[in-house]
Each structure stands twice: as C-alpha cells, then as structure tokens.
C-alpha cells in the first residue's frame, strides 16, 4: 500500500506491506462552496442566536474585528470583505473600524503575511495592527479569574462598542474545538493570562481533542461573556482547505452549530486501534510548537506501547517557545505545571509556563507510546531533548516501527493529523 502524506505543499510517500495496513484516516469529502466573500454574506444574515450583524452595529460605532493570524488556514480574505459590506451597510465609517490579529502568544505577523490573509486593498484602506500580549501599559486589567491568574486583554478591544470574532472550526487540544470565543480569550490576552490559561487546560489529565464543552471551554467562555464578544463568524473547510460551511452569530450558539458542521469533517471512523501510526501534521506543519498536534490525533488510534510517526517540516525550527522540546522531555513536568499554577508573575524569565503547559499534554502521551519525529528542520539534538527519536525519512521510520512490533502488527495513516479527529466505532 502506497501512503501519500502532505508535506510542505507537496506529497511524501510511504510503503506500507498489504499485510499490516489497516486504514488511511483522512478528513471526509464533503461539497465545497464557491470561495468567494458571496458564500459568507447568507450566515451573516441568518445567524445562529442574534440579531444579524447589520441590527448590531449603530451608526457611528467603533467596531474591533478580530482575525486569527498566519498559523491557521481561515480564509479571512473571503469573511472580512463580507463583514465589512455589513458593517457599512450599518452606516459604520472605514476610520471607526479596526481589524485586529489575535496573536495569543504567537511572532508577530509581517505586512506580507497581513496582506496575505487579508488582501493588499482591505490593508491599504483600514487599520489593520497586531495584537498586544507583552505591553501591559497597552492592555486593560479586568480581574482574576482565580488567585494569582489576572486577567489582562489588548485595551482597543475593551475599548471598542463591538467586537467581532472571525476564525475557523477544527478540533483543538486544549478547549475540544477552535473557533468561537477563543479569539477573545486567549486571543488578545497578555502573555501571563494565555499562560494561566492553558495552565490549567494542561493539568486535566485527559486529551481534549474533540470534546464539545470541556471544562477548560466553559470557564474560557464565562471570561468572553465578561469582556463582550457580539458576533462570531466561524469557517469549516473541506480537506482541500476549501470552503465548506460558514457560521455566524452568538459566540457559543453559533460555535456549537459549527462543530456539528465541522464533525462531517474531520470526525473519521476506525475500528480498533493499531501498533503503529504515522501521521502529517499537515497543515499545521510550520514548527515544533504547531507540529504536536499531530501527535494529539495520531495518540487516539495506538494501543499502550505503539509506535507514533510524526512527519512534519517544521520550517521554523522549534517555534516561538525555546524551552518546549525540554519541557516535553521531563518527566516531572506536571509537577512543575503544578507548582507554576497562580505564581507567574513570580517565576523567573528564563521560565516559560505556556510552553510547559503545552508540553506535559505531550509528555503524558510520550510515556504511553513511542514517539518518532521525521523532520528536516529540527535537529537530532532537539528530537532527543524531547525525549522522542529522530528518523531521517519517514520510510525508515515506519521499517523501523515494523520491525520492532513484529509481522503481525497494524498500521493507521493520518494525512491532516492537526485536523483529523479519530473516533473509535463502538464493538
């Protein structure tokens, strides 16, 4: 059986014996749409739980649309023309709106990559900036949502009559799904708030990928409820990274409704789970950071002790997060999460807590299974440090996985292994 694996805008491909091969997961086909801003302006003008985006917007109001940035596949080019011809048929002036890029913690983005996402006209037209998470002095201070996790969010957000969240729907290790709220809350959050944030996600001990309210959701949700968010437009696309479906309205209900469009998706079938898997993280496949989320699907398909190949570019080296690959490689790295909880404003500079929080979801899988990672753009030396194996392709990973599990071993492939949800079919 010959695997085709995305990679870097390409295709890699791997042998796998007839023998061992029990299934490709990969996100379903499902009927695209025209991808042009004519797709979206329907959801904007039925949305799910208020009032259409037009009703909402007064005349004269100051209007903060807020975009996920270059790490996500959102097709914000054809959402944000579509909010803005509402927004303007509202009586809202081009000088009273400003588009926002919801960074949470990630590298700023370029006037490329904003051009990129959005177009050069919607650029040249409006004001368009990154988000804030490192100068306090531009953030607004609005409580705790427990002792010692202040709440600190981009203060033209705060300031703003209306908000507008505009993102895409996939499955997520920290909050069950993307999309929705999350724009808000981590979005445009302080480096410390994203931090306590996903702290806490870290240290529920469970993989979240997939799961409509977890906890870590709902108390994200109940901060959004608290700052405002007034409108949500949220896509779902097709394996192709095409459009599919788009949602609109109210930052839970429209959420929700999305998911089950997303599930169509990205939720795949299997029957039991295999010795062996080997995934892409495609097309979440720009770093170390971004590339363990193909971890997160592939762990749900392997028994105790399996084998899990994690081919991924990772063009950028380790990410914005130096201390991750030696965050994943410690063993007592959710009893320093722990230890870390409500003390960030405390800890030393070299210490990195969202890193951390991150990296003991990885480690939790790293002691269940056995990791091998395929990349050119991290070193042997960082793999190792990660307490992972390194593998110059992924041919030779997967010989080597065969060999070790035996001739009687079964094999799963994952294409989009940041997108996939794998879900077991009940005996």
Not at 95 to 101: E, P, Q
Not at 352 to 369: G, S
Request: glycine content about 8%; hydrophobic content about 45%; aromatic content about 6%.
């Amino acid at each position: 059986m010959i695997v085709e694996l995305p990679y870097s805008g390409e295709t890699i491909t791997v042998a796998v014996p007839d023998a061992n091969f029990d299934r490709l997961l990969q996100p379903n086909e499902v009927p695209e749409e025209r991808a042009t801003e004519a797709a979206v302006r329907p959801a904007l003008r039925a949305p799910v739980g208020s009032e259409p985006l037009s009703r909402l917007a007064p005349a004269g109001a100051k209007v903060c649309i807020i975009v996920d940035d270059i790490s996500r596949p959102t097709p914000t080019h054809l959402v944000v023309p579509a909010v803005l011809e509402e927004l303007h048929a509202a009586g809202v002036e081009p000088d009273d709106i400003l588009i926002l890029f919801g960074l949470g913690s990630h590298r700023a983005m370029t006037k490329q990559e904003m051009e990129f996402k959005l177009g050069a006209d919607i650029c040249a037209r409006f004001r368009v900036d990154n988000s804030e998470f490192t100068d306090k002095s531009r953030m607004q201070y609005l409580g705790e949502a427990e002792p010692g996790a202040e709440i600190w969010l981009d203060r033209r957000v705060v300031e703003a009559d209306l908000r507008v969240a505009v993102g895409n729907i996939v499955p997520h290790g920290a909050v069950g799904w993307s999309g929705g709220g999350k724009m808000i809350y981590p979005g445009i959050a302080s480096a410390d708030t994203v931090a306590n944030y996903h702290m806490k996600s870290g240290l529920i001990p469970e993989n979240l990928l997939g799961q409509h309210e977890p906890s870590s959701r709902i108390e994200m949700e109940r901060w959004v409820e608290y700052v405002g968010l007034e409108f949500i437009v949220n896509t779902i696309l097709t394996r192709e990274m095409r459009l599919y479906k788009v949602v609109a309205g109210h930052y839970v209900h429209a959420h929700r409704a999305g998911i089950i469009h997303a599930e169509r998706v990205y939720a795949v079938p299997f029957d039991r789970r295999a010795d062996i898997a080997i995934v892409s993280a495609y097309p979440a496949e720009a770093d170390f950071w971004q590339a363990g989320k193909g971890i997160l699907s592939a762990e749900k398909v392997l028994v105790d002790g399996g084998t899990l190949i994690l081919v991924a570019p990772c063009p950028e080296g380790h990410g914005p997060h130096p201390r991750f690959a030696e965050y994943v490689g410690a063993d007592d790295a959710e009893d320093q999460l722990a230890g870390m909880i409500g003390r960030v404003g405390e800890l030393d500079e070299r210490e990195d807590p969202l890193a951390l929080a991150v990296a003991v979801i990885l480690v939790r899988i790293r002691k269940r299974v056995r990791v091998v990672v395929v990349s050119p753009g991290l070193s042997d030396e960082v793999v190792r440090e990660a307490r992972f194996t390194p593998a110059s392709t992924a041919q030779e990973a997967l010989d080597g996985a065969l060999s070790h599990h035996g001739p009687g071993s079964r094999v799963i492939a994952i294409t989009h292994g940041s997108e996939v949800l794998p879900k077991m079919n009940e005996q």
